[in-house]
């Protein structure tokens, strides 16, 4: 069963600190991977987006992934975080125009 | 830049009770969902909707929910006997024939 797994609850960083969010997934074919954010409050915004093609993503804010078939991780990174990246970050994975989530990583940031 | 709408922002409702959540979804799009998050977990998919037609549910999706295309432009979910355990927030998406999907802001539904 397709399934996504976010292994970090909360994840604290300081200000001007590098990030790393990770996501492991279940899946039988070439998946589609997504990170989506959640301020408080919000609705999802669409971060970035993996199809195929450069394992290496870019998107909006400065956040980049990588998807790495062997290890079925498609972490999310960050150089420099800034106290408005704090929020929640969905992974998901596209299957049969759903998609399936995984559990949400908090991220705080320290002043 | 486009987006999708949903109404209302915040719905109370008594157990028992049936809601109807409405969404506009963006006007070039072909594929619909909706997707529930109880308030600490994750985020749950429902239904997808595509041509007029359910292409995908899931086990939450039984006979209390139903969903419809009622003109060009709306998407509605309705819960027709409302359970203290339906209270979530409610998200509607929109896609083309991507996997991208955009969501609404959400609708907030209290049963008390």
């Known amino acids: 069963a397709q399934s996504v797994t976010q292994p970090d609850i909360h994840i604290t960083v300081s200000e001007g600190a590098s990030l790393e969010l990770r996501c492991n997934y279940s899946?039988?074919?070439?998946?589609?991977l997504f990170w989506y954010v959640q301020s408080p409050g919000q609705g999802l915004q669409l971060l970035l987006k993996y199809f195929s093609g450069d394992t290496l993503v870019q998107g909006i804010k400065g956040f980049e992934a990588e998807f790495k078939r062997s290890q079925s991780s498609f972490n999310l990174r960050k150089p420099s975080v800034h106290w408005s990246d704090a929020a929640e970050y969905f992974c998901?994975?596209?299957?049969?125009?759903?998609?399936?989530w995984g559990a949400g990583t908090k991220l705080i940031i320290k002043p | 830049e486009p987006e999708v709408t949903q109404t209302p922002s915040h719905q109370v409702t008594q157990m028992g009770q049936e809601v109807i959540l409405r969404c506009v979804p963006i006007?070039?799009?072909?594929?619909f969902y909706w997707y529930r998050q109880i308030l600490g977990q994750k985020v749950e998919f429902l239904v997808s909707?595509?041509?007029?037609?359910?292409?995908?549910k899931s086990e939450i999706f039984d006979d209390q929910f139903s969903v419809e295309r009622p003109d060009g432009s709306n998407f509605t979910l309705k819960i027709r006997s409302t359970k203290l355990e339906d209270s979530a927030m409610y998200f509607c998406?929109?896609?083309?024939?991507?996997?991208?999907?955009?969501f609404g802001p959400g609708t907030r539904l209290t049963v008390t």
């Open positions: 998901a994975v596209g299957s049969n125009y759903q998609l399936i």
């Open positions: 909707f595509y041509n007029n037609e359910i292409s995908e």
């Open positions: 998406a929109s896609s083309t024939e991507s996997y991208e999907q955009y």
């Open positions: 899946y039988g074919a070439t998946p589609y």
């Open positions: 006007s070039n799009h072909l594929y």
